[in-house]
């Protein structure tokens, strides 16, 4: 049983009774975590004694481990010193993989020789990105190197003479000073995207500069005596410096929230990224592949619309599903009964292996009303972050949330996030060759959870049309990600653009559409992640093909081996599933769309 809501409609009037207390064996079968047997979590430890198929593992392990060593040591972000050093890292890493005898190697070998190869060119990509981007804030951060020299002098075990550290706090702040007055005054000004890039840098080098001042405060009697007030002051300097930037070039206002900028990447950065996905395709062919799919979701809307009764009005068969919702407190209990109907459909199918030890130790937290101005729907992985609305919120927020977690967008995304989904897919990344979590990409993570997102719409999971509105609501919405982020990164679309264009080309709610744009290009995901989601689930989908339709596989043979190879680039994926042994000079080639899409 749900609640229909209009947007005028009293929360104060809802029924407050959980609808689903009653419901019989929510569970699908399943039994409660704490009545299954526990010897049923323990592996076969006969197969478990076999040796690792990584011939390459503790090479890549021993990879990661000196990067994130070395990281740890060299750790003010974009110094010269971090960037020549990680260069030179790369480079040496790059000569001695080159050195390597490949003719040995099995095909996980290859696959592991081949993906490090991938990885130091992207890393020396990147670093090559940083370069550029801190040569383009160089003419109003000259302190910042200043400030790196007292931290990597310290990272060093130079004595430190107090005398001299109060002398460079005292020119830092002066410095920091001058270049805001430029700033200030009449001339040329840095753009909104270098600004909020600057604004950002200037808050890492706040940490650096107080775990500097930290290491040595109380420790050093004659430090703290000469240091205190002009750290306090150069402090003070960088956090105000920080503001103006925000305040006066990116634009962000008092009691707002902050304006979406991001950070585009340009054609030769896409290039690169691309490269490092394995992806054959340049931007505006992915852009094409994103139009076809989109076309598909269009022809399938009006269908949906018409088993509604509503013609091929899809856009209202779309506000009808966003009125129905369970009563405020009942959407943990239905977020659980929808987790475990994805679990019995997979199981009753036989369709993967589902360890009974990956059904039972998946958690649910509630997602904090302040995060759910960037997340307005639920996330996922280890455990579900359920968004829905809180007492605190306002009231038109409270209709908000309700609306975006209604109780079929839902039905189609909660599988996304736990079985067989992510959680599934991190439960076998943490056992099964772990190491490949250096190639991580949203291609194959995100990839993953949306081809089930594929499948489950093939096999019918979606049976009533309202079910298969929620569906076709993020199908098309994975569409468009590609879609605006492909165009943002390209400088072809402003940020307000993407959001018009979700409103319009989805249907989002405009506080959903803004929040995902912002969580796209203010947050810390990469420029393809979400890209990712959609091409590497069109990957998974072609493979399956390929594996399954052609007759080289069972389905659970299929999904087993793609779990169990690790995380990495769909194309290497494919190479595990398949065996390929890849020759030394192998490059990304997978037409998996056709050659021209």
């Not at 189609?412 to 060759?433: C, K, M, S």
Request: glycine share 8%.
């Amino acid at each position: 049983m749900t609640y229909r809501f209009g947007s005028g409609f009293a929360l104060g009037l809802l029924v407050l009774a959980s609808a689903l207390s009653g419901a019989e064996d929510f569970r699908s079968g399943q039994p409660p975590q704490a009545q299954r047997a526990a010897a049923l979590y323990v592996p076969d430890l006969a197969k478990m004694a076999q040796p690792a198929s990584g011939e390459l593992r503790e090479l890549v392990e021993r990879y990661r481990t000196d990067k994130e060593t070395l990281m740890k040591f060299y750790s003010v972000p974009g110094s010269t010193l971090q960037l020549r050093r990680m260069k030179e890292f790369f480079q040496a890493w790059q000569a001695k993989l080159e050195a390597m005898p490949y003719e040995p190697l099995g095909v996980e070998g290859r696959i592991d020789w081949q993906l490090m190869r991938l990885q130091m060119r992207y890393e020396l990509g990147l670093l090559a990105r940083e370069e550029k981007r801190a040569a383009e804030m160089a003419s109003f951060m000259g302190f910042a190197e200043d400030i790196a020299g007292l931290q990597e002098a310290r990272r060093q075990f130079t004595p430190v003479k107090p005398e001299q550290a109060a002398a460079a706090l005292l020119k830092i702040r002066q410095d920091i000073e001058a270049a805001r007055k430029v700033l200030e005054g009449e001339g040329a000004k840095p753009g909104k995207i270098v600004a909020y890039r600057a604004a950002n840098r200037l808050g890492e080098l706040g940490k650096t500069l107080k775990n500097w001042f930290e290491f040595y405060d109380d420790y050093d009697p004659q430090f703290g005596w000469w240091t205190r007030e002009p750290y306090k002051k150069a402090a003070t300097a960088l956090d105000d410096y920080a503001k103006f930037l925000r305040e006066k070039i990116v634009g962000v206002k008092a009691g707002e929230d902050e304006p979406i900028v991001g950070d585009p990447i340009g054609a030769e950065g896409l290039k690169l990224d691309l490269e490092h996905e394995m992806m054959p395709y340049t931007p505006d062919e992915l852009i094409a592949v994103a139009e076809k799919e989109f076309a598909w979701c269009e022809a399938e809307w009006k269908k949906v619309a018409h088993d509604m009764g509503l013609g091929d009005d899809w856009k209202a068969a779309l506000e009808r599903v966003k009125h129905d919702s369970v009563a405020p407190g009942d959407q943990p209990a239905l977020i659980a009964k929808q987790a475990y109907e994805a679990v019995g459909f997979i199981t009753q199918r036989d369709l993967i292996t589902v360890p009974p030890l990956a059904i039972d130790d998946w958690l649910m937290t509630m997602m904090s009303p302040e995060r759910q101005k960037t997340n307005p729907f639920f996330l996922g992985g280890d455990r579900i972050i359920v968004s829905f609305p809180t007492e605190s919120m306002d009231q038109q927020a409270k209709l908000d949330s309700l609306r975006a977690n209604n109780t079929h967008f839902c039905h189609a995304t909660v599988f996304h996030e736990l079985i067989p989904g992510h959680h599934l897919q991190g439960w076998y990344a943490d056992r099964f060759n772990p190491h490949r979590d250096v190639y991580y990409t949203p291609f194959y993570v995100e990839g993953w959870a949306l081809w089930w997102e594929f499948h489950f719409w093939d096999l019918g999971f979606h049976q009533s049309p309202e079910d298969r509105a929620g569906a076709l609501f993020w199908r098309t919405h994975r569409c468009a990600r590609i879609i605006f982020s492909l165009n943002f990164h390209l400088g072809k679309w402003t940020p307000q653009q993407c959001i018009d264009f979700l409103v319009e080309k989805v249907g989002h709610d405009r506080h959903t559409a803004t929040g995902e744009v912002r969580r796209s290009f203010n947050g810390d995901y990469s420029p393809l992640y979400q890209v990712g989601y959609m091409m590497g689930a069109i990957q998974l989908r072609a493979l399956y093909a390929d594996a399954v339709k052609g007759g080289k596989m069972t389905e659970k043979q299929f999904h087993d081996s793609v779990l169990l190879g690790g995380i990495m680039p769909i194309e290497m994926v494919r190479a595990h599933v398949l065996g390929l042994k890849l020759p030394r000079d192998y490059a990304a080639s997978w037409k998996f769309v056709g050659e021209k899409p």
